[in-house]
């Protein structure tokens, strides 16, 4: 048995030589399969934009039926379905878009300040009996002011 050739778009596969592939590459069925392999793995933003550029197939649109079935150079989508599906990848894209943004710095500061504030009042001593009032911790203990945050110049990782 010679080397077979297999086409993934038909599922079929022949022996390979080269008069069979050349037949076989231009032959109706393989056109078509490929063509259907092609449309079907679009993705949904890919089918709107080529879609949308096409005219309504006016038969299925009237009918129900084309001979051409995915293969026509019509579309068989509506404008609304066209619409539905933009609209479907918008909201898709937005969320995306959402879920990239990261708080901003000011919004994390001004937070952060606030939240300080509230522990103003908080002593220290009181929960550690033995640390006495007016021992400094060191300074690098210490948390970074709010302007010190805001001045800081992060040098870039080495
Ligand atoms: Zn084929
Ligand atoms: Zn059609």
């Known amino acids: 048995m010679g080397k077979r050739y297999y086409c993934d778009y038909c599922d079929r596969s022949f022996i390979d030589d080269a008069e069979s592939r ?3 590459l231009k032959s109706v069925n393989h056109e078509r399969n490929r063509k259907l392999h092609y449309l079907n793995c679009r993705d949904l933003k890919t089918l709107v934009d080529e879609e949308s550029k096409k005219e309504e197939c006016r038969r299925f649109r009237s009918t129900g039926y084309c001979p051409y ?7 068989h989508y509506s404008k609304v379905e066209l619409q539905i599906f933009a609209a479907e990848i918008a ?3 937005k969320e995306k878009a959402d879920s990239l943004n990261l708080p901003c710095m000011e919004d994390w500061l001004k937070k952060r300040e606030d939240n ?10 009181q929960y550690h009996p033995l640390q006495t009032s007016g021992v400094l911790l060191p300074p690098s203990l210490l ?4 302007e010190q ?3 800081t110049q992060f040098e870039k990782w080495g």
């Open 69 to 75: 079935e995915e293969i026509c150079n019509y579309t």
């Open 149 to 151: 945050m805001r001045n």
């Open 91 to 93: 909201k898709k894209e």
């Open 143 to 146: 948390p970074p002011t709010l």
């Open 22 to 24: 050349r037949k076989h």
């Open 116 to 125: 300080l504030g509230k522990w103003k009042n908080f002593k220290f001593e």
